[in-house]
């Protein structure tokens, strides 16, 4: 759970609050539409690609770029909305349009991710193309794509007791779908290509190993490994048992990171979605198999009453612990959430209905301690249910646990939207066995479907070189290379807006038939 998923959450919700549909009064065409997403692709991969890679903005005459941080030239961003992400937008826009360059920018994108794959099969935040960056980690690959010979033959098992030494130079991550969704990238741009890129297939099969060769024998994750297994973790050391609550547990940060089995940060349900998007373009039954255990595990880590919710991680006894030392020992308005479309998923994709039970359960006790607004707070105390925030300490620095949100600080989102409304109706169509469209994990400026509105408006604020600048007070802002904070003349593009705003004119033009 890096910081620089503060930053991401912010920009999604200046979107959800900025952004006004705009009715036109004429509807664009499928035509214009084409030519707008093709244009907004060609702009992307001819100024901001690095290496084939991106980062989160840039200033409008790409003298500055930024991420979490300043990065180099040299280096790109996995985190979403980084290389991935904008790489699936490009990849929907090839779907969408059939326009080959499209497709190319693509396969630079999964290229890029490749090249930054660490010997362990996952990825870091971020990916280095100089000589020093590169240095630093352990790579699968050289810069221009050769093999690098993996001499390491890890023949110990997977487990958290091993990857707690955290080697730092092949050091990966499934915290905020970083693995994840390079994976998916990966996957789905070998797809595309039938399979007949080399690397591109190595680094997709490579990846999906090791995301099922991570998993415990309970069907979870850990959010970090540093090493590429030969075996899975041993039920010996991590028995299959049911969630249950500690008898006590520190209202102070351990300072330590004790999560064996995490769902933070929709960990969890985006290594599900991945497996089954594997399962879904590859038709092999063992990225279901490992999809199902993923829902298992969701079933056993469902907390008994009185609360039968999800915490946001779990130790090896399957009992709620601290994370972060804003992250405490809780129940988890977010990540229960998560879970339940997770299981829903899952439940649609398979036709197996026990998937449906522990939601109806947990929805029925959310809403008791449903916050006015119809709000879900992020945690509530074992036991009592009282709301969980945290402020920061004296003089600043470190947080305090508190029952009040008078004085919450601001690095983190306390309180969350409630979907139960959407997760009950969702539930009750796949019990009918009708079909559900899944919203998305995070917020958006259009809903799914997108509208003919939604498209007219993005067609408005597309610039005439197929960006959208942005120069208002709370987005027209970014640091330069001293890491002062300025705003760039011709505004800031994100990558963000691009990936968003793709996908929409793409999800649109595909609704509307595609390409004629």
Known sequence: ????????????????????????????????????????????????????????????????????????????????????????????????????????????????????????????????????????????????????????????????????????????????????????????????????????????????????????????????????????????????????????????????????YVLNDNTHATLMSTLLLAWQLRGDAQYLEAAKRGGDFLLLAQMPDPQPAWAQQYNADMQPVWSRQFEPTAISGRESQAAMWALLKLAAATGDKKYLAPVAKAITYLRTVLLPGNKLARFYELNTNKPLYFERGPGGKGFELTYSDKRASSNYGWVWDSELDALQAAGSRIARGEPVTFPRTEKERWSSPPTDADIATILKEQAPNGSWPVTDDERGWMRDESGKKTKPAGGVIYSLDFVQNVKAMSAWLKAKGGVK
């Open 1 to 260: 759970m890096s910081s620089s998923s503060f930053g991401i959450r912010h920009y999604f919700v200046i979107l959800a609050y900025s952004f006004v549909i705009t009715s036109l009064a004429t509807a664009a065409t499928p035509a214009e539409v084409t030519a707008a997403a093709i244009k907004a692709v060609a702009f992307y991969h001819s100024h901001a690609a690095a290496h084939g890679g991106y980062v989160y903005r840039y200033s409008a005459d790409f003298t500055f770029r930024e991420a979490e941080g300043i990065p180099g030239p040299d280096t790109i961003w996995i985190q979403p909305p980084g290389t991935p992400a904008v790489g699936m937008a490009m990849l929907d826009a090839y779907e969408a349009t059939k326009d080959e360059k499209c497709l190319a920018a693509a396969v630079e994108a999964a290229r890029c991710v490749s090249r930054t794959q660490l010997a362990s099969g996952g990825w870091d935040y971020s990916g280095h193309f100089d000589a020093k960056g590169r240095e630093s980690k352990n790579y699968c690959r050289k810069a221009d794509g050769t093999a690098i010979p993996r001499t390491q033959t890890a023949t110990r098992e997977a487990g958290w007791h091993n990857w707690r030494r955290q080697d730092k130079k092949n050091y990966a991550t499934y915290d905020d779908d970083v693995s994840q969704a390079a994976t998916r990238l990966l996957v789905r741009v070998d797809h595309a290509l039938g399979g007949k890129d080399a690397e591109i297939k190595d680094a997709a099969d490579f990846a999906l190993r090791t995301i099922m060769m991570t998993q415990y024998p309970a069907g979870g994750w850990s959010a970090n490994f540093d090493d590429a297994p030969t075996f899975p973790p041993p039920v010996e050391k991590y028995p299959i048992k049911p969630a249950n609550y500690p008898q006590d547990w520190p209202r102070k940060w351990p300072k330590d990171f004790s999560g064996c």
